[in-house]
């Protein structure tokens, strides 16, 4: 069995919606409840699912932007989900994080040389020297020009900058990245070779990425395994070509039925689902997908479906297994 770089057991993340006149919480969001997976050194996990079910909660949570409600987060054995800031700083020297956004994750006051320059100072090269040449050496890394590192934010691309921002995640040589939706703000040609650089920065500097996207086509692309997540649960894991190939959850088959195909003449049928997603802070008793579900029963109701194993690697909540 390969090493786990990554352990979530349990997690759940809630934000407070509605508060007593005393202060006391009354109601929950729960964007994130109870789910478990692991990834291994140098594997890609895909993290899929509509919009607000919980997939950059899930990321912000595990590099503990947001403090976990409940549940244990594990990397490289060491639990980090109580840790203090001075902890949580050598932690940051292996697992690091890139946003969404570029333009909103850099400073506009700060030249993209001195934006890694000062990561590096934080994590202790003190020596300007030393700092402005590897700022130039992650650079080129990432395919910029060490002449730009003193131009600002404003001056590059969308594309240029989601590069200063993985150039800037690699500053402390990490063995995590947690990519929150990296290429959803981009174009798609540009899409594509940010997608080819962070593919070939795993082979070449034995990374291990938690990959969380709504783009399927993309997922497949880079991931060795992939986790599907419904309303704050996990519902379905497997390798990523099992996953395409035979989807197993109710929820999975809908998702994997609405990707384009290029070829024509290979349509398939489309699984369109009935009604909304229900509300994070009133979700169904069972699982979670009973209401959108044509296969639900009286046991859906009644209780909530387990991770079950039904292939290598293949595991799926849903009491039809």
């Known amino acids: 069995m390969a090493a786990e770089i990554l352990a979530v057991k349990g997690l759940k993340k809630y934000f407070t919606f509605r508060r007593s006149w005393l202060g006391r919480s009354l109601e929950y969001v729960k964007a994130v409840d109870g789910i478990d997976f692991h990834i291994n050194y140098g594997e890609t996990l895909g993290l899929v699912g509509e919009s607000g079910c919980g997939k950059s909660t899930t990321g912000r949570t595990?590099?503990?932007?947001?403090?976990?409600?409940?549940?244990?987060?594990?990397?490289e054995g060491q639990n980090i989900t109580h840790l203090g800031k001075k902890q949580l700083r050598q932690v940051y020297k292996h697992m690091q994080l890139i946003f969404q956004d570029p333009y909103a994750s850099l400073s506009p006051r700060m030249t993209v040389g001195d934006a890694l320059s000062e990561v590096l100072y934080i994590h202790g090269m003190k020596n300007g020297v030393q700092r402005r040449e590897k700022t130039q050496e992650l650079l080129e890394i990432v395919g910029i020009r060490k002449e730009e590192m003193d131009k600002y934010p404003?001056?590059?691309?969308?594309?240029?900058?989601?590069?200063?921002?993985?150039?800037?995640a690699l500053a402390v040589n990490?063995?995590?990245?947690?990519?929150?939706?990296p290429v959803s703000a981009l174009d798609v040609s540009i899409q594509a070779q940010i997608i080819n650089l962070l593919m070939d920065l795993k082979n070449r500097l034995k990374l291990a990425y938690l990959f969380i996207s709504h783009d399927l086509r993309v997922v497949r692309h880079v991931s060795d395994r992939v986790a599907v997540m419904y309303l704050g649960k996990i519902v379905e894991t497997a390798p990523t070509e099992e996953l395409f190939r035979e989807p197993a959850h109710p929820y999975s088959k809908a998702l994997l039925s609405v990707i384009p195909l290029l070829r024509p003449g290979n349509d398939r049928k489309k699984l369109v689902l009935e009604g909304e997603v229900p509300s994070p802070i009133n979700p169904p008793s069972g699982c979670r997908f009973r209401t959108r579900c044509k296969y639900a029963a009286n046991k859906c109701v009644e209780s909530e479906?387990?991770?079950?194993?039904?292939?290598?690697?293949?595991?799926?909540?849903?009491h039809l297994y």
């Not at 595990?62 to 990397?75: C, K, N, S, V």
């Not at 990490?174 to 939706?181: F, G, N, S």
């Not at 479906?305 to 849903?318: E, T, Y």
């Open 62 to 75: 595990i590099i503990r932007l947001l403090a976990p409600t409940e549940g244990e987060i594990f990397f």
């Open 154 to 168: 404003h001056e590059f691309s969308g594309g240029q900058r989601q590069r200063v921002v993985i150039a800037r």
């Open 174 to 181: 990490p063995k995590l990245i947690i990519c929150d939706e």
């Open 305 to 318: 479906p387990d991770l079950k194993c039904i292939g290598r690697q293949h595991f799926v909540a849903c």
